[in-house]
Structure formats: structure tokens, C-alpha cells
T-cell receptor
């Protein structure tokens, strides 16, 4: 079982809709959780971090964490074509980060 | 200037050649990492270093070596390049564990 699992997609949503991205992790001791956005051929860019159960909002982005169920999600409201990218979930467990393989999101104009 | 700088950005090399990828950071972080990214496989950790005297193997260290020349510099070497080392390589740095990574722009390496 991989440390971090994501649905690879592709996920397509129309412009203006809510995109929902999900991630599960295996290590119950994980303490820090991150979402990165990666455009094709570019480096991952940190967009959200979350450390405690519940929701964390930053602009159009909301990260949700449920440690009991071991999942993290990212909601993108009012999706824009510029949000089309691969989204990587990352989890800190001990001294290392574990990355999911990413979910490809396409926002259709 | 970028927080994490990787050189070269692109490199084509021949099988059997030795090649070095360089990384420097201006964030003052102690922790540095080398990852490779392949389509469908995500980011895989090659080596990591938590300070100048600390070097650790990651998930896929075979065929690679590293050198931590200073707090700000961490280089990756392929001793004898082979075609399946063709990939996108990223250097990253982090501070205290809760702050996430900052990635360099990447090096696209092609081994022919």
C-alpha cells in the first residue's frame, strides 16, 4: 500500500464550478499535510498546508483534513482555466514527506 | 533570484557518461532533497540531507551519489548514466518539518 493515494484522474470541470480533489494516507502518525500545484514541465508549487482537523480556506482554495478517516481534500471554488494542472498531495510522516502521484485537473472554458 | 536554483535546466548526455546536477538555495534551510519525476510514477526520493554532515539514501538511490558541499549546496551525480535515468529531476529544500518544500525549477535529463 502506498503511503499517499490519489485518484490520477483526469478530472474535468466546467469553468466556474467547484473542483474536488481527494487524497488518503496510510500513516496515522502523520502530522502535516500539503497540496501542491504542478503545471506541465514545471516544478510543484505549494498552495495549501493544513495541520489540524477541519477546514482551512485561502481565497478560492479550501483544504479539508479528517485524521480519523485519514483523508485530505482540496476544493477549488469558481474554477478557472488557469487552474488546469496536476495537484499533488503530500504528507509529512516522521522526517520525510510522501507524495501522491497527483490528480490531473482540466477546467473547461 | 530564485530561492532554489538548479543547473543545468536541460541536459542531453550519452550512456556511460558521468554527469552532475547542481542545486543551491538562498532560504537558509538545513534540509535538502533530490527527487526524480517520471510520468505515472510521481516524485520519488533519491537522496536527502538534513545538514552538511548528514546524507541519507532515499527510495531509489542506486546509480546516484550526492555531495553536500555547504548548507546551501547539494549536488547529485550520476556515475555512469543509463537511459532509464532519463527523467525530470528536482531539488527541494525545507526548514522545520511543518513548512513544506520549496522546489527548484527542475533539470530535464535525457540519456541517449
Amino acid at each position: 500500500q502506498k503511503e499517499v493515494e490519489q485518484n490520477s484522474g483526469p478530472l474535468s470541470v466546467p469553468e466556474g464550478a467547484i473542483a474536488s480533489l481527494n487524497c488518503t494516507y496510510s500513516d496515522r502518525g502523520s502530522q502535516s499535510f500539503f497540496w501542491y500545484r504542478q503545471y506541465s514541465g514545471k516544478s510543484p508549487e505549494l498552495i495549501m498546508s493544513i495541520y489540524s482537523n477541519g477546514d482551512k480556506e485561502d481565497g478560492r482554495f479550501t483544504a479539508q483534513l479528517n485524521k480519523a478517516s485519514q483523508y485530505v481534500s482540496l476544493l477549488i471554488r469558481d474554477s478557472q482555466p488557469s487552474d488546469s494542472a496536476t495537484y499533488l498531495c503530500a504528507v509529512n510522516a516522521g522526517n520525510q514527506f510522501y507524495f501522491g502521484t497527483g490528480t490531473s485537473l482540466t477546467v473547461i472554458p | 533570484d530564485a530561492d532554489v536554483t538548479q543547473t543545468p535546466r536541460n541536459r542531453i548526455t550519452k550512456t556511460g557518461k558521468r554527469i552532475m546536477l547542481e542545486c543551491s538555495q538562498t532560504k537558509g534551510h538545513d534540509r535538502m532533497y533530490w527527487y526524480r519525476q517520471d510520468p505515472g510514477l510521481g516524485l520519488r526520493l533519491i537522496y536527502y540531507s538534513f545538514d552538511v554532515k548528514d546524507i541519507n539514501k532515499g527510495e531509489i538511490s542506486d546509480g546516484y551519489s550526492v555531495s553536500r558541499q555547504a548548507q546551501a549546496k547539494f549536488s547529485l551525480s550520476l556515475e555512469s548514466a543509463i537511459p532509464n535515468q532519463t527523467a525530470l529531476y528536482f531539488c527541494a529544500t525545507s526548514g522545520v518539518r511543518d513548512y513544506g518544500y520549496t522546489f527548484g525549477s527542475g533539470t530535464r535529463l535525457t540519456v541517449v
